[in-house]
Nanobody
């Protein structure tokens, strides 16, 4: 069964950096798109960044200039480089992926990012 596994979260101070990864495992075709979401306690889940297999990226205004999404197509892995972290970036970060011939809308279990003041 296809799984997405996030890693790289942790506790950092304001201004620090983290690099998240999300790797697909199991029988899967090439991804068509991968997306990073985040959800803080008591808040609605929000879109952070997206990337297509062709390398087209989008970053939410709240993270633009600080976060960078990238992917290793051959490994079906997506990364989120997070720099200049702020306390408001504290959340559980989830990846979501669609694959060319399925499955679609696959979610990882999330990785916690905590930014202290």
């Amino acid at each position: 069964q296809v799984q997405l596994v996030e890693s790289g979260g942790g506790l950092v101070q304001t201004g620090g950096s983290l690099r998240l990864s999300c790797a697909a495992s199991g029988s899967v075709t090439s991804f068509t798109s991968m997306v990073w979401y985040r959800q803080a306690p008591g808040k609605q889940r929000e879109l952070v960044a997206t990337i297509t297999n062709g390398g087209i990226t989008y970053h939410a205004d709240s993270v633009k200039g600080r976060f960078t999404i990238s992917a290793d197509n051959a490994k079906n892995t997506v990364y989120l480089q997070m720099n200049s972290l702020k306390p408001e970036d504290t959340a559980v970060y989830y990846c979501n992926a669609d694959f060319w011939r399925g499955p679609h809308n696959v979610w990882g279990q999330g990785t916690q990012v905590t930014v202290s003041s």
